[in-house]
């Protein structure tokens, strides 16, 4: 027998979490899932720098005029002006209120607030530069205060279950399609059980882990993106892929960590290895020039001068007890890799960070499915239009996750008794590890030399082949060895892959994020 919950949430950072309290305080029941064994494994539990809020003298026409400029005009002009209006009064009423995040203050009371990449003022509510573990703690904390929230943590989604597909009702194969719920793996007992809800929403996360280098956690696999792919979801602009200009360098390590673009904001300056700096070539606004553009010129440069790394330097813009008390997190963590950033530069890479694009999405967070929402960084709200400005990601996670829950509430759909079809596939053990990695690394390599911060036809083509060709033989691994989550994830990162490809080889126009070498004139 099928559990029943009024609604099934699937993540648990800041869209995810917001929804499920939004969702409880008006008395739902609700399943928070979690493939990781604990909510701190989130994409906001690592963001540094911060959430939009109001800045002095600040708008929401001006917000929304920075939003629309940081992507090349691109964004949807609606999200841009709903999330401008309502998302710093919810910061407001939600964030600080309600969930008492410790936002910093100066020695007057007031909000002490960053400036970042793009932005026209000071706006960005931050605490320290570890925001987003302050928020995820907050969130945390409120969930495990609300009886009507079950979080069932190390619980894999391997289905988004649809009445067209999965109903054994025939009649409901000519109807408009539905989500009814999902098949969850529990990963400790082997067990797949169905589960349907009134409403599920995907609040999975992003993609980070199809390239060779990355900001995101491992948990990054493009779940939401594959599950709705597979659902019959429409998916938009999945080529804008924003790579986050200063990753923590580390010779033959790919995954470290992320330096704030509030370091930028704060002054710091990217240079060469000459310590010359090199951004007023690309843009007026130089180091603070948006992500697509600093991210493209630090490639340049390291093609150019055939290096592996460039420079992020503080030491010229702020004392060492500044920067000590203003960005102690990053102080210690690239300390704890032989770096004093109060008197050395700091090696810094670009790597994907953050997919503008994903399922598509109206300004509640509604998709073509009924009944399946979508919100956070797995959504396409068009907010972020080709190019995400700074610290605009954890605002959209909580006003979607409000403008989602709100919608339930109004709807109030009943869902009727239906017989679900069985997961299709028979479980079984993980293939070897050494396979799995090995595949992953081929992916990885393939996408951030084919599909990364510079594309053309010919390896866009090659990409879309040889990605064919990895499908097939992670299909003869699942044969062999059966279903099972390490095995899955690699599927839905394939997947994932195959989804960005195709839209960066459709489309010849270069855009914000996507730049392409061969690109069509505008």
């Known amino acids: 027998m099928a ?108 909000w002490d607030l960053f400036q970042e990449g793009a932005h026209s003022l000071r706006r960005i509510l931050h605490v320290k530069d570890h925001t987003g573990q302050a928020i995820q703690a907050a969130l945390s904390q409120a969930i495990a205060e609300k009886p009507l929230i079950e979080v069932r943590k190390e619980t894999f989604v391997l289905e988004l279950i649809t009445s067209y597909q999965h109903a054994f009702d025939f009649q409901s194969r000519y109807l408009s399609p539905e989500c009814l719920g999902a098949f969850l793996l529990n990963t400790q007992a082997g067990e797949v059980y169905p589960v349907l809800a009134r409403s599920t929403f995907l609040a999975t996360g ?68 000459q310590g010359k700096p090199f951004m007023s070539k690309y843009h007026p606004l130089g180091s603070l020039a948006p992500r697509d553009v600093v991210a493209r ?79 956070g960084e797995v959504a396409c709200s068009g907010l972020h239009g080709a190019n995400r400005l700074a610290s605009t990601s954890l605002l959209e996670g909580l006003t979607f996750a409000y ?14 008794q239906l017989g679900v079809l069985p997961f299709a596939y028979h479980l079984g053990s993980p293939p070897p590890n050494f396979m799995l990695e090995n595949l992953k690394q081929t992916l990885k390599m393939l996408m951030w030399h084919n599909v990364g911060l510079s594309r053309h036809k010919e390896g866009l083509t090659q990409a879309m082949e040889l990605l064919g060709l990895l499908q097939k033989e992670v299909l003869v691994l699942q044969g062999r060895y059966g279903v099972s989550a390490p095995l899955w994830e690699l599927i839905n990162q394939i997947t994932t892959a195959q989804l960005v490809t195709e839209s960066a080889w459709k489309n010849r126009l270069s855009r914000g994020t996507h730049y392409r070498s061969d690109s069509l004139p505008l």
């Open 3 to 110: 559990e029943f919950y009024d609604a099934l949430i699937i993540g648990g950072g800041i869209a995810g979490a917001s929804a499920a309290l939004f969702l409880a305080e008006t008395g739902h029941r609700v399943l928070l899932v979690i493939k990781g064994d604990s909510l701190e494994k989130t994409n906001t539990f690592q963001a540094q720098g911060g959430i939009v809020f109001r800045g002095e003298n600040d708008s929401w026409e001006r917000l929304a005029q920075d939003i629309v400029k940081a992507t090349d005009f691109t964004a949807f002009i609606p999200t841009v002006r709903m999330v401008s209006k309502m998302g710093p009064p919810l910061v407001k009423r939600a964030l600080i209120e309600k969930w008492q995040v410790p936002f910093e203050r100066d020695k007057e009371g007031k």
């Open 206 to 273: 992003g993609l980070g882990e199809i390239y060779q280098y990355t900001s995101g956690g491992s948990w990054n696999t493009g779940d939401g993106f594959a599950l709705a792919y597979r659902a019959g979801a429409n998916l938009r602009n999945m080529e804008f892929v924003q790579f986050h200009p200063t990753l923590f360098y580390v010779p033959g390590q790919e995954r470290t960590f992320l330096i704030s673009e509030s370091v930028r904001g704060e002054g710091g300056e990217l240079t060469d290895h």
């Open 297 to 375: 010129a630090v490639f340049k440069e390291m093609k150019a001068n055939k290096i592996n790394w460039v420079y992020l330097d503080l030491t010229r813009a702020l004392s060492p007890a500044k920067i000590k008390d203003t960005f102690p997190t990053i102080y210690e963590r690239c300390l704890s890799r032989g770096i004093d950033i109060t008197k050395q530069p700091i090696p810094v890479i670009p790597g994907a960070h953050f997919a503008c694009g994903g399922v598509l999405t109206d300004t509640f967070g509604r998709t073509n499915l009924k009944r399946l929402y979508a919100i």
């Open 403 to 416: 403008r989602a829950a709100r919608d339930f509430n109004r709807s109030q759909n009943k869902l009727k």
